[in-house]
């Protein structure tokens, strides 16, 4: 056995990633990383007792060179007589059609393979089966079913039981996959070197302890109604990517070269190709093992606190109904039903989406821990709330609830959330529905006189920094302006003193969280309306959603929500009315930022 085999299936047995019985298909690209781990677990299957497949997506996103790969990768598998699962995507217009980014779009689309291939074998909603083929056949199996399930979840759970020893059945070609023959583990060829990259594009971009702990060594994938049905495992995470390549030319296994790993227009290629390197050269060699090694640190740290938290949220918050739904209960209303954790909003009685509860922390006892603890429960809290608090808004709530004379004031916080002191107590007060939607409806109707009625098509205008675009489908003109002032980051943290600054900046027609990092704004931006499939990242919020969806939560109606006006750059959308801007794109301390604002045609 090769010695590289040897230290796998060490890391395998540590981290307990596979059972006998386990019926594992192998991510394999084509790449160094991906077809090394295809040959050491071929050496290992007769030890550990595992059945091996070969898994491959092909993103169409270089072809022929796409094509080239995937049949490369065929001809491997025909090659070990293995079974060989595969499937086509066009990532590129799939990106193209839901507003995101091509790496997410390709790692969103390969995910939801994986989890089809690990589900029951069931046919898609759309129609289309994931089918496999024998070492005979290569033929690809498209699929149009949309993709489901989250793409790259980091965080393990419990796995699921294994289904015990199974034999390698062979299969027609192009048959569907039975429950039978279901994958129950893929496995990928995350490295070293992947870790180290991801560890430390987090700590540029700004983490906490979660995002340290980087890609972990295994997650269970769930199905459609939430059940584990296999995991997806990193077998070589302790492995950097120089080694692999030279088990690769010891046993004189050729490899296909990805062009776009050369492409510097990517961040991870960036950092794989400058900052690294830097680093490794210019102060520690073994800068990316410490990456790593920082990684497994910080994974049992979050082991353990997320245990921690878990036993604080069932006793020391206490979770009660909010008065104004208490108040519609009483008057007969039955639009509202409680349930802990879900969106806020009113739902119909026999609807599983409920209205989420306020909750109140022992403001002594909270004060009395030491404060990794106080963020920790505030931060928890918030995700229960659906809220996504950055550090900034953890901070100015702690601070908060310490200051003096502070009994019986709110804190307001993102999707209308507010935090009040009480002598005893902190609650987290979920926001009244009705009071929202009266609010939207006012907002909406002042703005609705001045839209054209039965206005059915799209439009698009250009605006340029600084400069001016005229919409009259929504009656308005909006400007972009050059404006230098301290962002929101850079407002005071004290609460008073914060707001005070904030209404001046609003009497002088600046809002902050529309100020834009003139910087990262290219050329020309355009006005135009939503379309079906966009997608908005405003500040405060724990991950994009679709503008369908964000207008639903205003209460936006017909003509306003057709018409509803967001400012794009290049591909991305950069502003829209009612919203902060997304974080990657606002303006910091000190820096000339570009300034969106409404005035009336």
Not at 77 to 88: K, T
Not at 332 to 339: C, H, M, T, Y
Not at 344 to 352: H, I, K, Y
Not at 577 to 594: E, L, N, S, T
């Amino acid at each position: 056995m090769h010695e590289l085999a040897e230290r796998v299936r060490g890391h395998i047995r540590r981290q307990e990633l596979l059972r006998a019985g386990d019926r594992v298909g192998v991510a394999v690209s084509g790449g160094i990383d991906s077809v090394a781990l295809l040959r050491l677990l071929l050496e290992l299957r007769g030890e550990i007792g595992i059945v091996v497949s070969v898994v491959h997506f092909n993103h169409k996103l270089r072809r022929p060179e796409s094509d080239a790969d995937q049949e490369f990768v065929a001809a491997l598998a025909r090659e070990h007589g293995l079974e060989f699962y595969d499937e086509s995507r066009d990532v590129a217009n799939f990106a193209a059609e839901e507003h995101v980014g091509v790496e997410a779009a390709a790692r969103e689309l390969r995910y939801e393979f994986f989890r089809r291939l690990l589900g029951s074998g069931e046919q898609s909603s759309s129609g289309a089966e994931a089918q496999i083929s024998n070492a005979a056949d290569t033929r690809s199996s498209e699929s149009a079913a949309p993709p489901k399930s989250k793409p790259e979840g980091l965080e393990p759970a419990s796995p699921p039981a294994s289904d015990g020893p199974t034999e390698g059945v062979p299969f027609p070609n192009l048959i569907p996959r039975t429950l039978a023959s279901r994958l129950t583990v893929i496995a990928t060829g995350h490295t070293l070197d992947d870790q180290a990259e991801t560890v430390l594009m987090r700590v540029i971009r700004g983490t906490g302890l979660r995002g340290v702990s980087g890609i972990y060594p295994r997650i269970v994938v769930e199905d459609d109604d939430g059940e584990g049905c296999g995991e997806i495992i990193r077998p070589l995470l302790e492995i950097r990517r120089r080694k692999l390549e030279t088990y690769l030319r010891e046993i004189k296994q050729p490899w296909r070269e990805d062009s776009t790993n050369a492409d510097d227009t990517f961040t991870r290629n960036r950092v794989r190709h400058m900052v690294l390197p830097l680093l490794e050269r210019e102060f520690n060699p073994a800068v990316a093992e410490n990456l790593a090694e920082l990684a497994e640190i910080a994974r049992g740290e979050q082991d353990y606190w997320e245990n921690e938290v878990s036993g604080w949220l069932g006793t020391v918050v206490q979770w009660s109904e909010p008065e104004w739904s208490r108040r519609l209960a009483a008057g007969g209303n039955s639009l509202v039903q409680i349930r802990l954790g879900a969106n806020e909003g009113l739902r119909e009685a026999d609807e599983t989406e409920a209205v989420a509860m306020d909750a109140s922390v022992d403001r002594r006892w909270l004060l009395g821990e030491p404060v990794a603890v106080q963020r920790r429960l505030v931060k928890a809290v918030g995700e229960y709330a659906e809220i996504s608090l950055e550090f900034k808004h953890v901070e100015e709530i702690l601070r908060f609830a310490a200051q003096a004379g502070s009994d019986g004031k709110k804190l307001s916080l993102p999707r209308g959330w507010t935090v009040l002191v009480e002598p005893e107590a902190l609650v987290f007060l979920a926001p009244d529905p009705l009071r929202q939607e009266k609010a939207s409806r006012e907002a909406s109707h002042d703005v609705a006189h001045a839209i054209p009625h039965n206005v059915t098509h799209d439009y698009e205008y250009g605006l340029a920094v600084p400069g001016r675009a005229r919409v009259p489908e929504i009656g308005m003109v909006i400007e972009a302006l050059r404006f230098e002032a301290a962002p929101i980051e850079a407002l005071p943290a004290e609460p008073l003193l914060a707001e005070a600054l904030r209404l001046k900046s609003a009497e002088a027609g600046y809002n902050p969280e529309h100020l834009l990092d003139g910087e990262l704004l290219c050329g020309t931006l355009r006005v135009r309306n939503w379309r079906p499939g966009d997608r908005f990242w405003p500040a405060h919020s724990k991950a994009p959603k679709k503008m369908k969806e964000l207008l639903q939560d205003l209460h936006v109606k017909e003509p306003e929500r057709g018409l509803w006006p967001v400012i794009v750059c290049g591909n991305e959308i950069v502003w829209v009315r009612g919203f902060a801007v997304p974080a990657q794109f606002r303006a910091r301390a000190g820096c000339a930022g570009v300034l969106i604002r409404e005035t009336r045609d």
